[in-house]
């Protein structure tokens, strides 16, 4: 059962505009939530996070929001760069699941000069 | 660079065979986590220790697969009769208290 969805495969941006990229969950025990980038042969890397007693948390050119009550999260990448393409995947967790993370199938995106 | 190491890259092995893979984690992390990943899906939660204590495993780790952190520092995952769903990139990652898990590179596992 995937209780972490990212609906879009893949998205494409040019540079300078805003990537927003979307996650949806179903368990409503998580309480902790990170957006992970990964290049090819790479592992992915550890982007932003935000816990569930925020609602956005920003860090330069990245914001992630959280709205609880859709159990929907962002993250919006502004002004995008043609390095920011990679794959990013949506993870969540429950602190009272020994913090294993559940991710999302991961959305591609490419951000085009 | 401390971070996350794995060894080997890749792995080919015939159908049958027992493999190994290590994993190093950042020094002074004391959770250790292996994850495997798919083609076309996010990396999926297999076991995790809290230093040498082994506390969490999914129920994708079958009776084939036994993970092992020996003194709480390195890690092994071994898979015994390995089969061709095996086939997969093999995750390792670490943490600290409170802080986001930091990923290896991988152990790409080809079974033929």
């Known amino acids: 059962d995937q209780q972490v969805k990212q609906n879009s495969p893949s998205l494409s941006v040019q540079e300078g505009r805003i990537s927003i990229l979307n996650c949806d969950y179903t368990n409503s025990m998580f309480d902790y939530f990170l957006w992970y980038k990964k290049y090819p042969a790479e592992g992915p890397t550890f982007l932003i996070s935000i ?20 159990k929907h999260l962002s ?3 502004v002004p995008s760069q043609p390095g920011d393409s990679a794959v990013y995947f949506c993870a969540a967790s429950a602190s009272n699941s020994g913090y294993a993370l559940n991710f999302g199938k991961g959305t591609s995106l490419l951000v085009t000069p | 660079d401390t971070g996350v190491s794995q060894d080997p890259r890749h792995k080919i092995t015939k159908r049958g065979q027992n493999v190994t893979f290590r994993c190093d984690p950042i020094s002074e ?57 095996d086939s997969a990139m093999y995750l390792c990652a670490s943490s600290g208290i409170s802080t986001p898990l930091h990923f290896g590179n991988g152990t790409r596992l080809t079974v033929t």
């Open chain 1, 51 to 70: 816990s569930s007693i925020k609602d956005k948390n920003e860090d330069g050119r990245f914001t992630v929001f959280l709205n609880k009550s859709a």
């Open chain 1, 75 to 77: 993250l919006h990448i």
């Open chain 2, 29 to 85: 992390h004391n959770r250790l986590y292996w994850y495997r990943q798919t083609l076309g899906q996010g990396p999926e939660f297999l076991t995790y220790f809290q230093n040498e204590a082994q506390l969490e495993k999914s129920r994708l780790l079958s009776d084939r697969f036994s993970a092992e952190r020996p003194k709480g520092s390195f890690s092994t995952l071994e898979i015994q009769r390995t089969e061709q769903g």
